[in-house]
Every structure is written in structure tokens, then in C-alpha cells.
């Protein structure tokens, strides 16, 4: 399933207008999640899992939590929320089930999703809240697996206007439209430029904000390699990958020479 003509302009066409045609390339490299997306399984998970969603009852505009620890798995989630014309609302792992709960009754969400090592926590999230179901990527008790998702019956995604539909609801209780996410893309590839030739190393972890989001769906949207590390080896990584680009502190990127990572 690919996303359609009527998708101009959103999240979903500027992200992965371009994914088919680069095929099993990889996209987003997870060393953290243990995964590696290529650009086509990428955007058919995504699209897939949306349709799946949409058969599942979820509704434009609606509001669906995002408690994921790693990249790979607040790429797929948040993707595919915002494919089925959702609004993705990113909570920080760290956070206890109650703090989770509550973020979940202020955004009136009604779907969660997680991941099995934090299933637990979310289930009792999803418990104390008006959230009907919890999906998780891997099975985990009392959740729906995500995987079966993607085994359903295709259906279109709906057509969205990227300037009128949101795409996330962040910590803080801004909402981003799609076209405030495309933006906040352009804002953070002013000072490097990426190319397809480019291989992105970053540290940032999933929380309540949107940079992280952003910088992947930048990435992808170019053609470039993104690769999600911990802080403890990034010389050696940053070798192994022949890495071109690397993640500030302060939510910026900068570009670097080989010999910054010479180990």
C-alpha cells in the first residue's frame, strides 16, 4: 500500500514520497532497538499498520499515546498514527504509570502504544484512563499485537490537508500540523544540508518533543542513513558507519571529518 496522490504536502508524502524507489536501502539503523528498516519495508510497515488502524475504528483526529524507548520504534508508531490521519502524542518512557495516565486523560486519548518492555506500564496507564485499546510492537499480555495490524484487510488512508490536520500533540500541550512538522524538518537541515550520501548518528532518545521526529523524518526524506546509537561508543560506531552528521545537545546538528572520530 502506498500513500496516495492526495497526500501532497503532509508528513507521510514528504517523508516517504521517494521510499519505494530506494528499495531494501537501509533508512534508520537501531542500535539501541536491535532493528534495521530499509526505506520499502519502512514505508509498507507504516502504511500497512495504518490501514490496520483504520479498520480497527481510529478516526481522524483522534489522539493516540506514543511510550516507546527507542527510535525505530517511535519512527514506525508515530508514522503510522499520522498515516491513519491520527495525532501522535510522544510520552516520555521514563515516565511512572500514573504521570502516563494522566497525560492520557488530558489528551483524551483512546489508543496506546507501546512496546513489550514497557507493556506493563502502559497497560496500567491505559487502566486509570479512557484508552480502549493498547498496541504493542511484540506481543506483550493484554495488548493487541502490532503485527497484526498489517495482516488485515487494506482500506484507504484518508486524505489530509497538511496545513489544517495535526500531527502531534507534544508534552507541553503544543499541537504541530503536518505542515509545522515538514517545517521543523527544514529548520533543523539549514546547517548541514543533507545529502543521500549522508549518514546521520544520533543519540537523542523518544520523550514528549518533536526534534527527534523530525530529525528521522528529515533523514529518511532525503535518501540519507540514520543511525540510532548510545552515547558509550560513539567514536567506534561513528567509524564503523562512516558517519557525516552528528546530534547536538541543544537539538541541532552539525557536520564533521572522519578525523573528529578517530578512535
Known amino acids: 500500500m502506498k500513500p496516495t496522490a492526495s497526500s501532497t504536502g503532509t508528513v507521510i508524502h514528504e517523508v516517504f514520497r521517494r521510499a519505494y524507489e530506494r528499495?531494501?536501502?537501509p533508512a534508520l539503523i537501531d542500535l539501541r532497538g536491535g532493528h534495521v528498516y530499509g526505506y520499502r519495508r519502512l514505508v509498507t510497515e507504516v502504511t500497512r499498520a495504518a490501514s490496520g488502524l483504520v479498520r480497527r475504528g481510529a478516526r481522524r483526529d483522534q489522539v493516540?499515546?506514543?511510550h516507546v524507548p527507542t527510535v525505530g520504534a517511535q519512527t514506525l508508531a508515530v508514522h503510522t498514527v499520522v498515516a491513519a490521519g491520527g495525532v501522535?502524542?510522544?510520552i516520555d518512557?521514563?515516565?511512572g504509570p500514573d504521570e502516563i495516565a494522566e497525560r492520557l486523560r488530558a489528551c483524551d486519548a483512546r489508543t496506546l502504544i507501546t512496546t513489550p518492555d514497557l507493556a506493563r506500564t502502559a497497560v496500567l496507564a491505559?487502566?486509570?484512563s479512557r484508552v480502549r485499546q493498547v498496541v504493542s510492537l511484540g506481543p506483550a499480555l493484554d495488548t493487541i499485537d502490532f503485527r497484526g495490524l498489517l495482516t488485515?484487510?487494506?482500506t484507504a488512508l484518508p486524505t489530509l490537508d497538511a496545513r489544517r490536520q495535526d500531527a502531534l500533540l507534544l508534552a507541553e500541550g503544543r499541537r504541530l500540523s503536518h505542515a509545522d512538522l515538514v517545517g521543523r524538518m527544514a529548520e533543523i537541515d539549514v546547517p548541514v544540508r543533507l545529502a543521500e550520501s549522508d549518514v546521520v548518528l544520533t543519540t537523542w532518545l523518544p520523550d514528549g518533543g518533536c526534534d527527534l521526529i523530525a530529525l528521522v523524518g528529515l533523514g529518511v526524506s532525503k535518501g540519507a542513513l540514520v543511525v540510532a546509537a548510545h552515547d558509550a561508543d560513539l567514536p567506534g560506531t561513528a567509524y564503523d558507519f562512516s558517519v557525516t552528521v552528528v546530534t547536538g545537545p541543544d537539538g541541532a546538528l552539525e557536520r564533521v571529518g572522519q578525523e573528529g572520530f578517530a578512535r
Open 23 to 25: 528499495g531494501d536501502r
Open 64 to 66: 493516540v499515546g506514543v
Open 88 to 90: 501522535a502524542a510522544p
Open 93 to 95: 518512557p521514563g515516565l
Open 126 to 128: 491505559a487502566e486509570e
Open 152 to 154: 488485515l484487510e487494506p
